[in-house]
């Protein structure tokens, strides 16, 4: 018997559109914020830093405010992983906890980022020098923190590795994926230190490399995750069905 | 109802240490006005009525008295190190 | 034991008995001696942060401060940016332990909240504050004193978030009736919150015993968060040792 | 453990550990960490000795006299509800830890109303080195101090459970508030009396 509308509607599968409606608001704001097309240059002085807040104050500020109020939506999206990842027979669900524990610093520090330029953009006419200091850390806390990502896909290789189950939850794939955005990522850590060449913060490994793994890994993930929540929805069916021709035979 | 002992035993120890608290708080107010210069013979009293007084809480109160040996060490040696430093380093100020 | 993991039949597979049991769990408490240490090399060897440089010094002694160690804040940092995440790992590895007391998942939850909370304002700010600060060198000096008191006063200054998840620690293993951790390791965890009341001066003074390099405020804090978290090593390994195979923890 | 409650309270046995290893565990690492305070003490008193004499006159001896009997008090009630326990008279035991419980509010009265007292007076914390230590160290005893009331709420749950009723639990809350007592005792010589 095919699932009614109501149970197909259930908390995994609204936290995946939720994630797939902001992650494409948030891929909007992304483009549409003057400082990533082209990705401002560490090198630049405090004037033309200065100078560009000035210019680009009002699509700064549109952007930012889109990605303060959508950027925290994924949470939903992340703690659906989790569930899967303690579905999963592994010995003992502690990656689960310690892959929760990553993902909620990952999301307060790009809260922060967040708030740093905006508080640049607040009063371009402000002294140079302290718009480009509020500039350099909003772009360090936005860049250079991938621990926590570089966390959470470890705990997500090695949970989908010693999924004991006949039929894994995430295939094997997804692990050597994780792994692989996870190495992509590292080297944009570098993006605190260097002010030119790739690993600088608008650097080819720092910023295109990073953001496009981290994109990727998210897109990859929804549809996973889709997949998964179909198979765990024809499990619990079988099971129910199973129960059912159980209760007949005893009758 | 007869004291129990070990009752008598805590009351005489309260009054012991209570008298102790007021000669010790009676030595410092006589010496009230000239409190500007600070006096040896005054400090280590205060400093010895103190050791006693702990010395008191830590066998009966705490029941030390009757504790393992390690225990009564270790609490006599908290004692003796933290008074000790304390009389030498007023010695030295 | 109260309460059964959800989908027990799935957990049980063939595959199970031939790979090292627990493996996920050793893997988790070997991570904690590791980010210790490092984290103990970057903040004390590299960055210079513990013990801290001193409060009371005008602009020019905090600039010569960075000037001196500029390379060095940079490789410390930039390491932290990527292993950061080993920390959350260290924290998932509690929360599981905490989850197989008998008390309910509440003091967790709490737990883990807390250390998320205590992450970025804990650890991470001192690293962008710092990094940002040797970032540039023609930065203006008095922004690089901003910096100075930034990092160094969210790192010995961050008490609320400490003290809630020592408090929460200490409250589980209490109540907690199938002793995971002894008793006495709940008075030493309780023990600690003394010592961050004693580090609330350090937003007052500048120099002395209660400043935030002074004695009481930050080396007896130190010395006994040393204590502690080399009690928690050692009792997680025998935790883990003495977690029978196929113990039901609470979902 | 053997429960001692049946043993008469008059020959004790050759030695019996009170309360448990774990709450000796937490006193004495207590005990050890204001240890240090007072050492560190030491150390600025030596460095200001003016500052620390000139200020030592302005606390009021009387009350810190007073606050040591009250609490000597309650630890005489403590002690005494110890050993009424032991001889099964819970009703007497509860009312004496009650009675240590109010003693312990009445120090913490009595505490308040001395710093209320020295602040109205402008000695506050930031004044200088002296006031920095007194009202840090007597904060962290105050501290303790309310964290024992909470024990002894804890003790007096223990007595009135017919189904508890533990030996150790109520040694342990006793010792902690000893513990308490003692550390006052070196806190009021050497923060009042000592010159």
Redesign the interface.
């Known amino acids: 018997m095919a699932p009614t509308r109501s149970e197909r509607l259930n908390a995994q599968s609204v936290s995946l559109w939720l994630a797939l409606v902001f992650g494409a608001v948030l891929l909007g704001a992304f483009v549409s914020f003057p400082g990533f097309f082209p990705p401002m240059s560490p090198d630049a002085s405090a004037q033309q830093v200065a100078a560009f807040y000035e210019h680009h104050q009002a699509m700064i500020r549109a952007s930012m405010v889109v990605f303060n109020l959508c950027g925290v939506m994924l949470v939903p999206f992340f703690m659906v992983i989790v569930y899967q990842m303690k579905r999963m027979a592994t010995p003992t669900q502690v990656l689960a906890y310690g892959y929760l524990s990553a993902a909620a610093s990952g999301v307060t520090l790009f809260a922060v980022a967040n708030l740093f330029w905006l508080i640049a953009a607040f009063r371009p006419d402000r002294d140079p020098q302290q718009i480009q200091l509020l500039n350099d850390l909003a772009w360090i806390t936005f860049i250079a923190p991938v621990g926590m990502i570089v966390a959470q896909n470890v705990c997500l290789a090695l949970a989908v590795y010693l999924d004991g189950r006949a039929e894994p939850i995430f295939p094997r794939w997804v692990g050597h994926f994780s792994i692989a955005v996870a190495l992509a990522m590292v080297p944009a850590a570098g993006a605190a230190v260097f002010r030119t060449g790739p690993l600088a913060w608008d650097g080819a490994i720092s910023f295109w490399l990073r953001n496009s793994a981290y994109g990727a890994f998210l897109v990859v993930m929804f549809f996973v995750l889709r997949r998964a929540i179909e198979r765990e929805r024809g499990e619990e069916l079988d099971a129910a069905a199973e129960l059912q021709l159980h209760a007949e035979a005893v009758r | 109802m007869r004291r129990i002992p070990a009752e008598a035993r805590i009351d005489c120890v309260w009054i012991l240490l209570s008298g102790l608290t007021v000669v010790a708080w009676g030595l410092a107010k006589v010496h009230g006005e000239h409190r500007l210069t600070p006096s040896g013979p005054e400090t280590v009293a205060v400093l010895a009525i103190a050791s006693v007084k702990s010395r008191l809480i830590i066998r009966q109160y705490m029941e030390v008295r009757t504790a393992p040996t390690c225990l009564r060490r270790a609490t006599d040696a908290w004692l003796v190190v933290v008074m000790v430093t304390i009389a030498v380093m007023y010695a030295y100020a | 034991m109260t309460g059964a993991t959800a989908a027990l039949p799935a957990r049980v597979s063939a595959r199970d008995d031939q790979r090292s049991p627990k493996l996920d769990l050793w893997i988790c408490w070997w991570v904690f001696p590791a980010f210790y240490t490092l984290f103990g090399l970057i903040f004390v060897v590299l960055t210079r942060v513990m013990p801290p440089p001193r409060p009371g010094v005008g602009v020019d002694q905090i600039n010569s401060f960075f000037h001196a160690h500029g390379t060095t804040i940079k490789l410390g940092f930039a390491l932290l940016m990527v292993f950061i995440g080993l920390a959350s790992v260290t924290n998932g590895l509690v929360a599981f332990q905490m989850k197989r007391m008998s008390v309910k998942p509440i003091f967790t939850y709490a737990y883990i909240a807390t250390l998320a909370v205590g992450a970025v304002p804990g650890a991470l700010f001192a690293a962008f504050a710092f990094l940002a600060a040797v970032f540039r060198p023609d930065r203006d000096p008095h922004l690089v004193a901003l910096l100075y008191d930034v990092g160094l006063l969210t790192f010995v200054g961050s008490l609320g978030c400490f003290t809630t998840n020592y408090l929460v620690l200490a409250l589980a293993i209490a109540l907690d009736k199938n002793k995971v951790f002894p008793m006495w390791m709940a008075y030493i965890t309780f023990w600690q919150i003394a010592t961050e009341l004693l580090a609330a001066p350090v937003f007052v003074f500048q120099k002395g015993a209660f400043a935030w390099n002074g004695a009481i405020s930050f080396y007896e804090g130190t010395v006994i968060f040393v204590v502690f978290l080399g009690c928690l090593i050692v009792l997680l390994r025998r935790a883990i040792q003495q977690q029978p195979m196929d113990e039901l923890v609470q979902d | 453990m053997v429960s001692i409650l049946e043993t008469t309270?008059?020959e004790?046995?050759r030695?019996?550990?009170?309360g448990?290893?774990?709450?000796?565990?937490?006193v004495?690492?207590?005990?050890?960490?204001f240890?240090?305070?007072?050492?560190?003490f030491?150390?600025?008193?030596?460095e200001h000795?003016s500052v620390f004499?000139?200020s030592?006159?302005h606390l009021n001896?009387?009350t810190?006299?007073l606050n040591?009997?009250v609490l000597?008090?309650s630890?005489?009630f403590?002690?005494?509800a110890v050993?009424?326990a032991r001889?099964g008279d819970y009703r007497r035991a509860t009312r004496l830890v009650s009675l240590g419980g109010l003693c312990g509010i009445l120090f913490t009265l009595i505490k308040s109303y001395e710093w209320f007292r020295e602040i109205a007076d402008g000695f506050t914390?930031?004044r200088n080195?002296f006031f920095?230590?007194y009202f840090?160290i007597t904060?962290?005893h105050l501290?303790?101090v309310l964290i024992g009331l909470l024990v002894l709420a804890l003790i007096l749950r223990e007595l009135r459970e017919p189904s508890l009723r533990r030996a150790s639990m109520v040694?342990a809350g006793?010792?902690y508030w000893?513990?308490v007592?003692?550390v006052w005792?070196?806190i009021?010589?050497?923060l009042?009396?000592?010159?």
Not at chain 4, 20 to 26: A, E, P, T
Not at chain 4, 42 to 46: A, E, L
């Open positions: 309270p008059t004790q046995p030695w019996h550990l009170p448990d290893i774990n709450i000796w565990v937490f004495l690492a207590d005990l050890f960490s240890a240090f305070y007072f050492v560190v030491m150390v600025y008193r030596i000795g004499l000139d030592q006159r001896l009387t810190g006299a040591t009997l000597l008090a630890s005489r403590v002690a005494l050993q009424t001889t914390l930031p080195e920095m230590f840090s904060g962290v501290f303790h040694e006793a010792i000893h513990m007592d003692l005792i070196v009021f010589a050497l009042y009396l000592a010159r």
